[in-house]
T-cell receptor
């Protein structure tokens, strides 16, 4: 699985958009970008994933650059409950490697 | 939220005692996983199951065994608990895609071995 690089921490004001970057310059053609988050003391939560087109769901939007070497997770209107560690993971949709490899992620703090 | 529960949510036990953690799902998903999370190590896969009675080892399986007699239940057993197994344990499930990266996690079990 390709390695990802994320800033260790970010701050965001409540109600504003939170834009979380992720670099994955060694991504392969069959690898997707997945985003998870982990709120303190809870289990990780799947957010969204994409291959090369931008994706949106009820939680967030995912913007992937044309060369696929980086992506941005956007929380359009951050709330205090969005304070969490956000993980960017790059891997194939399915495969013999069943595990998810979580790096250090980005601690997003949403401030009132 | 995916219907996943874990029990117990917290447990303190002594070194050398057996411990069983339970994961229960109501989603009828085929694949189930046990991870542990420790500071400095992130999440690490212990065992996984790809169907009833079908299980396989993950990256840190030593000292752990699992069983799955029903689709909805996946049990993790520490035969003889050690202090190094103090951790937070998460169960996860995924649908019918083998090795799927879209996994849904339970709330976790915090285990302390004294």
């Amino acid at each position: 699985d390709a390695k990802t690089t994320q800033p260790p921490s970010m701050d965001c004001a409540e109600g504003r958009a939170a834009n979380l970057p992720c670099n994955h310059s060694t991504i392969s053609g069959n690898e997707y970008v997945y985003w998870y988050r982990q709120i303190h003391s809870q289990g990780p939560q799947y957010i969204i994933h994409g291959l090369k087109n931008n994706e949106t769901n009820e939680m967030a939007s995912l913007i992937i650059t044309e060369d696929r070497k980086s992506s941005t997770l956007i929380l359009p209107h951050a709330t205090l409950r969005d304070t969490a560690v956000y993980y960017c993971i790059v891997r194939v949709v399915r495969g013999s490697n069943y595990k998810l490899t979580f790096g250090k992620g980005t601690l997003l703090t949403v401030n009132p | 939220d995916a219907g996943i529960t874990q029990s117990p949510r917290h447990k303190v036990t002594e070194t050398g005692t057996p411990v069983t953690l339970r994961c229960h799902q109501t989603e009828n998903h085929r694949y189930m996983y046990w991870y542990r999370q420790d500071p400095g190590h992130g999440l690490r896969l212990i065992h996984y199951s790809y169907g009833v009675k079908d299980t396989d080892k993950g990256e840190v399986s030593d000292g752990y065994s699992v069983s799955r007699s029903k689709t909805e239940d996946f049990l993790l057993t520490l035969e003889s608990a050690t202090s190094s197994q103090t951790s937070v344990y998460f169960c996860a499930i995924s649908g019918n895609l083998a090795g799927a990266a879209e996994q849904y996690f339970g709330p976790g079990t915090r285990l302390t071995v004294t």
